[in-house]
Nanobody, 127 residues
Framework: QVQLVESGGGLVQAGGSLKLSCAAS????????MGWFRQAPGKEREIVAA????????YYADSVKGRFTISRDNAKNTVYLQMNSLKPEDTAVYYC????????????????????WGQGTQVTVSS
């Protein structure tokens, strides 16, 4: 089992920045690919960014490329999402997820590929 707890959400004006954190506990954090997803009201959950074990390989949704950065610190069992130049359309509940893999360079970008999920943190961007 892996427990995930997100933090860092809040209300910010358009153009501002937030940094989300996801603290993991339980099984070996470094054996999991990690991802950030978001879900806006009335919409499906969508991938925002993903990162492999080692942190060498990353994936970003087109809508956040160049604005968001995913990173991880395996020594602290934490994954981060730095969000810059925020837009009102970034408003959503953001979820952290962990997906087991035996490949150090692997990341996932589909909801069904992740085994564990956090409870989510609200991000609201005002115009």
């Amino acid at each position: 089992q892996v427990q995930l707890v997100e933090s860092g959400g809040g209300l910010v004006q358009a153009g501002g920045s937030l940094k989300l954190s996801c603290a993991a506990s339980g099984r070996t954090f470094s054996s999991y690919a990690m991802g950030w997803f978001r879900q806006a009201p009335g919409k499906e959950r969508e991938i925002v960014a993903a990162i492999s074990w080692t942190g060498d390989n990353t994936y970003y949704a087109d809508s956040v490329k160049g604005r968001f950065t995913i990173s991880r610190d395996n020594a602290k069992n934490t994954v981060y999402l730095q969000m810059n130049s925020l837009k009102p359309e970034d408003t959503a509940v953001y979820y952290c997820a962990a997906g087991a893999t035996v490949f150090s360079g692997k990341y996932y970008y589909r909801v069904g590929e992740y085994n564990y999920w956090g409870q989510g943190t609200q991000v609201t961007v005002s115009s």
